[in-house]
């Protein structure tokens, strides 16, 4: 059964802290993502990973970054967080192929920027 | 880029009943549709999925059907049961992206 494990369940940053959130996988997945879940907007993609050290943009990567620098870990960077951030994040992985499918998410990490 | 509606945004519905979800794509292109659900806490599943080359696919009490020409898919579940409350989800992959619907959330009830 597929594992991907996000660090933090729940956090608490301040406006302008630089946050990271951490995302490990233990399937040998080449595709990770970050989305992020707002009520009423569904699962919106910031950033995906097909391979190590490559990134692509999503939907809304304004204001995030991320690092892939192994296989199984795939790091989603707010260089200055601001309230806006404040959300629930999935990280999710998937096997190779078009259709990103399955997706297995993490639990999610509930980021609140005060 | 890919851009999927989802209806209702809620939907109660009596035990036993049926419910019924739409979507709605709009890059022609789109040839996947997976369906997540997400059980309150939990993380979202794929519990269906459906390909542009079939108009409809069941498993139990789940189904999906396709409209290529008008470009909506719903999911369909009959004899609803108190584990079937969740928020439900529709995607399609547009390019090499998987777009998400806004999401439904079903309360059904005893």
């Known amino acids: 059964d597929v594992k991907v494990t996000q660090s933090s369940r729940y956090l608490v940053k301040r406006t302008g802290e630089k946050v990271f959130l951490e995302c490990v996988q233990d399937?040998?997945?080449?595709?990770m993502f970050w989305y992020r879940q707002d009520p009423g907007l569904g699962l919106r993609l910031i950033y995906f990973?097909?391979?190590?050290?490559?990134?692509e943009k999503g939907d809304i990567p304004e204001g995030y970054s991320v690092s892939r620098e192994k296989k199984e870990r795939f790091s989603l960077i707010l260089e200055s967080a601001s309230t806006n951030q404040t959300s629930m994040y999935l990280c999710?992985?998937?096997?190779?192929?078009?259709?990103?499918?399955?997706?297995?998410f993490g639990n999610g990490t509930r980021l609140t920027v005060t | 880029g890919e851009n999927v509606e989802q209806h209702p945004s809620t939907l109660s519905v009596q035990e036993g009943d049926s419910a019924v979800i739409k979507c709605t794509y709009s890059?022609?292109?789109?040839?996947?549709f997976p369906w997540y659900k997400q059980e309150l806490g939990k993380r979202p599943q794929l519990i269906i999925d459906?390909?542009?080359?079939?108009g409809e696919k069941k498993d139990q009490r789940i189904a999906v059907t396709l409209n290529k020409t008008a470009k909506h898919f719903s999911l369909h579940i009959t004899e609803t049961q108190p584990e079937d409350s969740a928020v439900y989800f529709c995607a399609a992959i547009g390019g090499n992206k998987l777009t998400f619907g806004g999401g439904t959330r079903v309360l059904v009830k005893p």
């Open positions: 990973s097909y391979d190590v050290k490559m990134k």
């Open positions: 999710a992985s998937s096997p190779p192929g078009p259709e990103n499918s399955p997706l297995h």
């Open positions: 399937m040998d997945h080449e595709n």
């Open positions: 890059d022609s292109a789109s040839n996947y």
């Open positions: 459906i390909r542009s080359n079939v």
